[in-house]
């Protein structure tokens, strides 16, 4: 549950408990490597100092409201290419593979809705394929209201447990980490 601290915008608090993955139901399209699609918003979000109506998803695995890159990167944050990114799990993947890809759905009534983006991805392994046991389920949820957001895991391979970074980033020089290459991504929990 990264939480905006209210004494400053450079910085997040996060707590850490468990959680399930509200399944997403409307396909965004995102069916790729190294891409994003935009998807507009069901309420305008804060992230840091800033509101936004549009998001990029992307294949491996960011949530950009400022400047995204398509790119992989296996680094720990900051990672300077982006602006305004959550990263629920930055790693290089796919969600073009059967079965794959980034669906999203809205839970709750005004003013207090929820919105969900589910990655169903793999770690890559080559034009279209998955790395052995290479599959990731996880989800960002976006609180109305709020520039809270939560990062809930579902199964998560054991080849993809100890890589990947996690946390959120305004630019290269303000961001909060919670992981980075850290075996510590397990089914059910919830920062």
Not at 9 to 16: A, E, K, L, N
Not at 27 to 39: A, P, Q
Not at 45 to 51: K, V
């Amino acid at each position: 549950n990264p939480t905006a601290n209210p004494t400053s915008s450079r910085s997040y608090t996060v707590s850490v408990g468990s959680g399930s993955i509200v399944p997403g139901t409307t396909d965004t399209g995102n069916h790729c490597d190294d891409c994003d699609t935009t998807v507009a918003l069901p309420f305008s979000f804060q992230l840091y100092d800033q509101t936004f109506s549009t998001v990029q998803v992307g294949s491996n695995g960011f949530l950009s409201f400022g400047t995204p890159y398509d790119f992989f990167y296996t680094g720990c944050l900051p990672n300077t290419n982006f602006t305004y990114t959550i990263f629920p799990f930055e790693v290089d993947q796919i969600t073009g593979a059967t079965g794959k890809g980034i669906f999203t759905t809205v839970t709750g009534t005004a003013p207090n809705r929820v919105f969900n983006i589910e990655w169903r991805a793999c770690q890559y392994n080559g034009a279209t394929t998955c790395l052995a046991n290479g599959d990731t389920s996880y989800e960002v949820q976006l609180v109305e209201g709020t520039s809270t957001f939560r990062v809930i895991f579902g199964a998560m391979g054991s080849a993809t447990t100890t890589v990947g970074a996690v946390g959120v980033e305004k630019n290269g020089t303000v961001f909060t980490q919670y992981s980075c290459n850290s075996a510590v991504l397990t089914a059910g929990l919830k920062i």
